[in-house]
Every structure is written in structure tokens, then in C-alpha cells.
């Protein structure tokens, strides 16, 4: 998986915390993408984070991504909104989709919170190109994380359900039940909102194939810990500000990655031993005895011996 250099056209702020960005190639097209794909940003401070691409899937003149202010930004949404200036060059992965359409869907549920909304927006163009039956459900807080709201009512009609905050509840039990067989449920947003949809649909139910979900936060702070790689003997020490998978990176280590919120296991990483936090939504319970995810998993005190 290559990167390649793009430009950064037009930004705008779409609420006083989200900053849109345009990317630009430096010459032709750019790689072709289908609605769900997310990009990789190598931002000039070494942060690598993962942004879904918003624009239509149909023009690849340009790429969209939508950038939310962290409160604790470990130094990536801090320098997209405080030093990147049109003009300025980026490094970005060719697009890669790990939350793609189910084409045999008869409905499409789609469910969004905050900046969640983002590969809704390329999934919205695409489906109503398509002609296919669905429906998004946006929970926002107003003033804040309300982005698209005004375009998306424009665009969706009836098939825009909203839910802002301290008017009106996103009751997940009541949006999944009575649904039609072939229905698909996508998601995207907190933890706590893909930990409720997780927990609702197993409650009623729900197969696991219908139920689609994504996450891009940044990995929450942690106490420092050690690993080991058993097979170099190397150490390793991992700041409670930075991901394993970044200390990792940080010493000359690759893993191959993508999504670096733990939901795309292609960072999937077999440890000996120690005490670890896992906070992955990949990984079944028995493979948490033998495994970790980098991207997001953290040692609970002890040294972690990681297999490689």
C-alpha cells in the first residue's frame, strides 16, 4: 500500500470543531474509490490517522475528508485545524474500503452520530444513484457536531431521521426492531454508540452479517507500558499518549494496518504473555487470550511479549 502526494485545495469549517478539506492530485486523477473508503493521512508530524472520503465515489477530480477539533487531539486533528494551509502537501494512502454497501440489501439502515456522519454522505450519493431503498438516522449536538445537516435534508427528504441532542433520543432497540428480512444496519460513530448497536442487535437477534459498523477515534489515553518482541529481543516503551501500534512504528517495526481503530483486524498481532486491555471490536473472546491489536490494545501494567 503505497502513499502518494496530494494538495490540499479548498477548507472550510462546516461547525466551529469539523474543518473540511479538499484533496487535490498533483496531476491527472486521483485513485478510483467506492462509498465507505477511508484514506490514510501521513501528517508532516509523523501522525498517521485514518479520515472516510465524503465526496461522490462517481469523481475522483478531487477527495473530501471532514476533520473534528479532538479536546485532547494527540497532534493530529490540532494540526489539521491549526497549520494546514491550502497548497500544502500531504502523503495519503490509495483509498481502501472496510465498511463497503452489501449490494444484496433490500434495506439500507444507516446510523450516524457527530462526525460519524462523514462516509454517509458518499453512501447517500451512492444509493440514490442506485435507486436503492434506505433511510439514515444522525444524532448530533447542535452548534457543535451538526455537520451536513442542512445539506443532507436538502438531499434525503423523508429518509433523513435526526436526533439532537436534548430533544429527541436515538433509541436503538426501537430502530432495529420489525425490520425486513435483508436489512442492513451501518454505523458509525463513539465507541458508545457502536458498543449500544452491538448489544441491541445480539439482543434481538440480529445476524452478524447484517450489522456493519466503524471507528476511526483516536485510541484513549493509558498508563506507559513495555513490550517485548520476543524473536529480536528489542524493548519497546509505549507513552500513554500514543498507540502500540505507533511506539511500534516509532522504532522502525511496520504491521500492516488500516483502519487503526480496531475494527479491520489487519493489524491482528499474536503476544506470550502479559496483562492486556483490549479494546478492539474485532477480536472473539478466545482469540483475546493469544492476540492484540496494536491500534488500539494497551498493556495494564506489566511487560507485553509480542510473538514477532
Excluded at 469549517?13 to 465507505?36: H, Y
Excluded at 456522519?117 to 458518499?122: D, E, R
Excluded at 447542535?142 to 434525503?156: I, N, P
Excluded at 459498523?213 to 489515553?221: H, I, K, L
Aim: hydrophobic share 40%.
Amino acid at each position: 500500500m503505497t502513499a502518494f502526494e496530494v494538495r490540499v485545495g479548498e477548507t472550510r469549517m462546516i461547525t466551529p470543531v469539523i474543518r473540511e478539506l479538499s484533496l487535490q492530485p498533483l496531476s491527472g486523477t486521483l485513485p478510483a474509490f467506492s462509498a465507505g473508503s477511508h484514506v490514510q493521512v501521513h501528517l508532516p508530524n509523523g501522525k498517521r490517522n485514518a479520515y472516510s472520503l465524503l465526496s461522490d465515489p462517481s469523481d475522483t477530480s478531487h477527495y473530501r475528508i471532514a476533520v473534528r477539533q479532538q479536546a485532547q487531539s494527540r497532534g493530529g486533528s490540532r494540526y489539521v485545524h491549526e497549520r494546514l494551509q491550502t497548497g500544502d502537501r500531504l502523503r495519503i494512502s490509495p483509498p481502501a474500503n472496510l465498511f463497503a454497501l452489501h449490494s444484496t440489501a433490500r434495506l439500507h439502515v444507516l446510523i450516524a452520530a457527530g462526525i460519524g456522519i462523514t462516509p454517509f454522505l458518499a453512501y447517500s450519493t451512492e444509493l440514490l444513484r442506485r435507486g436503492d431503498a434506505f433511510e439514515l438516522h444522525y444524532a448530533y449536538r447542535t452548534g457543535v457536531s451538526d455537520a451536513y445537516v442542512e445539506t443532507l435534508r436538502e438531499r434525503l427528504g423523508k429518509r433523513l431521521h435526526i436526533y439532537e441532542s436534548g430533544s429527541r433520543r436515538l433509541d436503538l432497540g426501537q430502530l432495529l426492531s420489525h425490520r425486513p428480512l435483508g436489512t442492513h444496519v451501518y454505523a458509525c460513530g463513539p465507541q458508545s454508540l457502536l458498543d449500544a448497536l452491538r448489544e441491541q442487535s445480539l439482543a434481538l437477534g440480529w445476524p452478524a452479517a447484517r450489522v456493519h459498523w466503524e471507528a476511526f477515534a483516536a485510541p484513549e489515553p493509558g498508563v506507559p507500558f513495555i513490550v517485548e518482541l520476543a524473536r529480536s529481543g528489542r524493548q519497546v516503551a509505549v507513552g500513554a499518549e500514543q498507540s502500540l501500534l505507533e511506539a511500534l512504528e516509532g522504532a522502525g517495526v511496520e504491521l500492516p494496518n488500516l483502519c487503526r481503530g480496531g475494527v479491520c483486524g489487519q493489524c491482528q498481532t499474536p503476544y506470550l504473555k502479559g496483562d492486556v486491555e483490549h479494546r478492539d471490536l474485532f477480536l472473539a473472546t478466545a482469540e483475546r487470550a493469544t492476540s492484540l491489536m496494536p491500534c488500539v490494545s494497551r498493556g495494564c501494567g506489566s511487560p507485553i511479549l509480542l510473538d514477532i
